[in-house]
């Protein structure tokens, strides 16, 4: 069976790796090539083993991160957005996005923040599934989703474009969207690959910004896909 979401842009929006993958232009985040990323070997095990040995963070990550006023998201509808999707949602998702201390142990150097969407996205074409919006940048400048159908399929879709939230002007649960012919980008292939990358990413951007050589093998292999 043909992937149905092979005919979608891919791109990984992010910020510069100084010294290894630097902005075409001043930016706070560029679009990357999908396909020149390094690649990722990501654990398969749903229940987060390998981040939850990862130590937590009381500054920049996922968990202390807010909005600019100094308020927190309220996550709290995952579970009416889980009933209300109709079909089983990849258990990664679910897993990660119920659990406080998975998401104190990533870090966010553009101050990211876990936000859900207030209603499910329905997609029509080229695949029919629905889309929430799971994750944010602090000012709002990007956003990321879910991408899930009945079929089993998922990915993770970015995009500059608000859907799904009921305070934003002309957001409503209303109609199809067409994904083909919006501004949205496939920026990793599942939700445990995206986590993975945006982890491994930011572990590294924190240690150039602190004048430390890369502190892991892992990181290391990862840079030096780069040079």
């Not at 079909?87 to 966010?108: G, K, V, Y």
């Not at 994904?179 to 993975?196: K, M, N, R, T």
Request: proline content about 9%; glycine content about 6%; aromatic content about 14%.
């Amino acid at each position: 069976m043909d992937n149905p979401l092979a005919s979608l842009k891919t791109g990984w929006w992010s910020f510069a790796l100084p010294g290894y993958r630097d902005h075409p232009k001043p930016a706070t985040y560029s679009l990357f090539s999908y396909e020149g990323l390094p690649p990722v070997e990501v654990p398969s095990d749903v229940n987060w083993h390998w981040l939850e040995s990862q130590p937590p963070h009381e500054r920049w990550s996922l968990a202390a991160n807010g909005y600019p006023d100094g308020s927190k998201p309220d996550l709290s509808q995952l579970h009416r957005l889980i009933a209300q999707a109709g079909f089983r949602l990849p258990l990664h998702f679910t897993t990660f996005m119920d659990s406080p201390s998975l998401h104190a142990r990533i870090r966010s150097c553009t101050a990211c923040l876990l936000e859900l969407s207030d209603f499910l996205v329905p997609t029509s074409a080229p695949p029919a599934g629905l889309m929430i919006q799971f994750l944010v940048d602090q000012q709002g400048c990007l956003r990321w989703y879910l991408f899930a159908d009945a079929l089993g399929n998922h990915c993770v879709l970015a995009s500059p474009e608000v859907y799904g939230l009921a305070y934003h002007p002309d957001q409503a649960p209303i109609g199809e969207l067409d994904l083909f012919h919006e501004d949205i980008w496939v920026c990793a292939q599942s939700f445990g690959q995206f986590i993975y990358r945006f982890w491994l990413e930011n572990e590294i951007w924190f240690g150039l910004a602190e004048g430390r050589q890369p502190a892991t093998k892992l990181q290391r292999d990862y840079l030096s896909h780069y040079t």
